[in-house]
């Protein structure tokens, strides 16, 4: 139960239209930085996500293309699968577009060699 002082505060405070003003000014402010934080960690996570998949498919297109039989090598779709970053992804593709053979390719990916 509200003692005659707090009574006498909420209610001048609810019947204060300059306080009603403040208090939905911080709110709207505090709910505007909460959404905006969550809504940015969303969309790097969704674009990060996005990233390493569209990263990993261009890596296991190239093997495809440049050696198939590496392509479907479960040993070769774990090393692809099993890296986290973009930055170590996207060094993995540049150095796929450039290895002269299979034996090199393996050597990229962290296989060993047949």
Do not use: C
Request: net charge neutral.
């Amino acid at each position: 139960m509200q003692s005659p002082h707090e009574k006498f505060i909420r209610e001048m405070i609810e019947d204060d239209p300059v306080v009603q003003e403040l208090l939905t000014e911080a709110y709207s402010k505090a709910y505007n930085r909460a959404y905006s934080k969550a809504y940015n960690r969303a969309y790097n996570e969704a674009w990060t996500r996005g990233r390493l998949r569209g990263l990993r498919k261009s890596v296991l297109n190239i093997l495809q293309v440049q050696f198939p039989a590496l392509a479907s090598a479960p040993q070769a779709l774990q090393a692809v699968a099993s890296i986290q970053d973009t930055d170590s992804l996207g060094q993995l593709f540049e150095q796929l577009i450039r290895v002269p053979d299979e034996q090199t390719a393996r050597i990229v990916l962290g296989l060993p060699s047949e």
